[in-house]
């Protein structure tokens, strides 16, 4: 069964923008805060922004004013809007649970934002 599923990454040039959503089981989703991470090559997962089931909202300062995240209890679902993108955004996109126990990763979708 799975847990997480990542969808809407993509190519776009720089200062564009992509919409990225994350279905979550709901035994994941609804008691926990969620958080979008990225890896880009050769560097750490790191958490970029999280919403608590209150929608309680944290960015990163490297996205912050450019990346908005949101989430619908009703579909447990986990959005995150990305405009403004630069090169350094190019990552692989996942979700998870943040501030708590992870579940297992899944695929992620890549975001490539290259002229």
């Known amino acids: 069964q799975v847990q997480l599923a990542e969808s809407g990454g993509g190519l776009v040039q720089p200062g564009g923008s992509l919409r990225l959503s994350c279905a979550a089981s709901r035994s994941i989703f609804s008691i926990n805060t969620m958080g979008w991470y990225r890896q880009a090559p050769g560097k750490q997962r790191e958490l970029v922004a999280d919403?608590?089931?209150?929608?309680?909202?944290y960015y990163a300062n490297s996205v912050k004013g450019r990346f908005t995240i949101s989430r619908d209890n009703a579909k447990n679902t986990v959005d995150l809007q990305m405009n403004s993108l630069a090169p350094e955004d190019t990552a692989v996109y996942y979700c998870?649970?943040?501030?708590?126990?992870?579940?297992?990763w899944g695929q992620g979708t890549q975001v490539t934002v290259s002229p």
């Open positions: 998870n649970v943040a501030r708590g126990i992870l579940s297992p």
């Open positions: 919403i608590t089931t209150g929608g309680t909202r």
